[in-house]
């Protein structure tokens, strides 16, 4: 049985099930639910951040939630991640900020070093120019000390020694990583999926295979170049699939959403992928996520629904299509899988 977490503007909706049969739970009702994160090592354990009311921990999974921490009561946590097992967990900040707690969330310690980089000063949000927020974090596979964290937006920076010391971003990474992935199988290679095809230098697709020191561009036959939903199949990492819009306005308004998902597997040229899925017109950006126990198996949600396919991404099903009626039309603002 797989348990998926979609959180929403109001609440988080709890699914679990499969082989066809789901049922759904809102859960966190009025907490602005904004990320999530699960640990590996404990499927029932997971983590949401909100907007301005901190992280939350639940042991099981989703039924009841309680506050994590002493120093993070009121604040927009807008990123998080979780060292499997070893009680390590990192939230980002709106405004950019990052913080870790040693002791499963009961205390925590800023890491202010990463705001004393020389790119901080150009940090910036385009809706709000005066801040920037932590979009994303990713810990790598083989060294969990060593995180990535993207800035939305202006850097993509990282850190070898848990937050202690960063390395500023790099001239050819990417500026506005919305969703970056590591894997297990593939030590030192990074996934981004970014808003860099629009307004920005570069494009969209971009990954690393020295932990970030340099950057390609391998986006042959991605024709919509603002990204922001990405995953890997756990099981191969040469299959990626990412959602795509032309522009932020047609991947965050509804008044003229206008989005697809893309697949590349083995090497090989990106396909639009459509069998299953709702039609890009009406469609905003799908966040998109994969289960370490199912390999071969994506899930995605937008305002359409939540989706999920059993074949690496080739063809989807629909597990809530639309969404409940409390949901309806809402663009979700993360997405977590666990067994």
């Known amino acids: 049985m797989s348990t998926i977490y ?9 699914v679990q099930g499969g082989n066809g049969r789901w049922e759904a739970t809102p859960r966190m009702d009025e907490t602005a639910p904004r990320c999530l994160a699960a640990d590996p090592a404990y499927p029932e354990r997971v983590w949401c951040g909100t907007a301005g009311g901190g992280a939350w921990r639940s042991d ?42 040693d002791d499963g969330g009961r205390h925590w310690e800023e890491l202010p070093a990463m705001n004393r980089l020389p790119s901080a000063p150009t940090w910036s949000f385009p809706p709000r120019p005066d801040t920037s927020h932590v979009r994303w ?122 989005s697809t998902v893309y697949r590349r597997s083995g090497g090989g040229p990106w396909h639009e992928v459509r069998e299953g899925l709702p039609e890009p017109k009406g469609s905003l950006r799908a966040l998109l996520a994969a289960n370490a126990e199912e390999p071969g198996v994506f899930y995605a949600a937008s305002n359409r629904g939540l989706y999920r396919s059993a074949d690496a991404g080739a063809s989807w099903e629909p597990v809530l299509a639309p969404l409940p009626d409390r949901y309806r039309g809402q663009s979700p603002n993360a997405i977590a899988v666990t067994e």
Do not use: K
């Not at 960063?166 to 290679?189: F, K, Q």
């Open 60 to 101: 099981n999974a989703g039924v009841s939630w309680r506050t994590a921490g002493d120093a993070l009561p009121a604040v927009d946590v807008s990123a998080l991640a979780v060292s499997p097992g070893e009680e390590v967990v990192y939230a980002g900040i709106d405004p950019s900020a990052m913080w870790r707690s």
């Open 137 to 258: 974090i990713t810990l790598d596979p083989a060294a969990p000390d060593r995180l990535y964290v993207c800035i939305e937006a202006g850097a993509l920076v990282r850190s070898t020694d848990g937050g202690r010391t960063w390395t500023d971003r790099v001239p050819d990474g990417p500026a506005d990583t919305h969703t970056l992935a590591a894997h297990p199988d593939s030590p030192g290679r990074l996934y981004s999926a970014a808003g860099d095809g629009f307004g920005m230098p570069g494009r969209g697709y971009n990954e690393s295979h020295d932990g970030g020191d340099t950057w390609a561009r391998p986006d042959e036959g991605i024709e919509r170049h603002y990204l922001f939903g990405l995953a890997v199949d756990p099981g191969d990492p040469e299959t990626v699939v990412v959602s795509a819009a032309d522009s932020p306005m047609t991947a965050h308004n509804p008044q003229v959403a206008d």
């Open 6 to 14: 979609v959180a929403l503007d109001d609440g988080l909706l709890v």
